[in-house]
């Protein structure tokens, strides 16, 4: 089995988690979505989980797990078609970067439809080690059984530079993304306010825009702008698998600590809504 990057601290034991296993679970969460207050550290390359206080925990973060995860849903029966879930690695780690300009926007990319993990989503760029998200893909049951298991680690990075600047210096790989955008606060407080497990709204609120601007990319390395339909991240994750854009569910938790470290959260954009209705 592949060395665990992910090692929980259940009542001062340490423990690795399984591919089935899910981690929320085991660290006691309840029935609920979360966010749970985790406690963590670094530990020789592994990311150390628990819900309490131990010797070189270094920071407390929100763990969350969407509402369709399916290793809460895994039951007996399931865990007992082994043959069926891989058997020889735990739990991965997994890193994404919400860069935020000086124009307090953050950058976000679309990954391309070829890719086997998460085609055609729009997430912050990162990568395989991919605050704290529990993952998996396929991401509902209905799709089929998970084939990869993840934690994934959100780091905020506040630049001095404007979305201008940093764009001058982006090199997006081709292969990997399809896209990328910048997104400011209004539309990303309507795009974390949405929730998964439910119906993709049927129309755009009034006071966001019907379009942000996009650079699409090429193969062969050019690109060009694009006016990204506002109703497209407003998608939420289908019952079916199917390969509609749209904006991870992770992503939208990102989106709502960002919110939060700007002193806004998706719940003023809703309430704005529903005042608007009155």
Request: overall charge positive; hydrophobic content about 40%; charged content about 20%.
């Amino acid at each position: 089995m592949a060395a665990a990057r992910v090692l929980l601290l259940l009542s001062g034991r340490p423990v690795s988690p399984s591919f089935v296993q899910s981690v929320c679970r085991l660290l006691g969460a309840g029935p609920g979505l979360g966010p749970w207050a985790t406690h963590c550290g670094l530990k020789r390359g592994r990311l150390v989980l628990s819900d309490r206080p131990f010797p070189g925990a270094s920071t407390r973060l929100p763990l969350q797990r969407p509402p369709f995860c399916p290793f809460v849903a895994l039951d007996q029966q399931l865990r007992a078609r082994g043959a069926e879930l891989p058997t020889n690695r735990g739990v991965d780690l997994g890193v994404a970067v919400i860069l935020q300009s000086s124009d307090q926007t953050v950058l976000l990319t679309r990954r391309t439809r070829t890719l086997s993990v998460s085609p055609n989503l729009w997430v912050p760029p990162g990568g395989h080690v991919e605050l704290d998200e529990e993952s998996a893909y396929p991401p509902r049951l209905s799709w089929g059984l998970p084939k990869y298991h993840h934690i994934i680690l959100y780091l905020l990075v506040v630049s001095q530079e404007s979305q201008q600047q940093l764009q001058a210096r982006i090199k997006p790989n081709p292969s990997e993304v399809s896209a990328f955008m910048w997104l400011g606060p209004d539309v990303a407080a309507a795009v974390a306010a949405t929730e998964d497990g439910t119906e993709t709204p049927r129309h755009l609120p009034q006071e966001l825009p019907p379009s942000v601007l996009t650079v699409e990319l090429a193969e062969d390395g050019g690109a060009r702008p694009l006016a990204l339909p506002v109703s497209t991240l407003l998608r939420t994750t289908p019952t079916t698998a199917e390969g509609k854009e749209r904006v991870s569910s992770g992503t939208k938790f990102a989106l709502r600590l960002w919110l939060q470290h700007l002193g806004r959260s998706p719940s003023d954009y809703s309430l704005r809504k529903r005042a608007r209705r009155l």
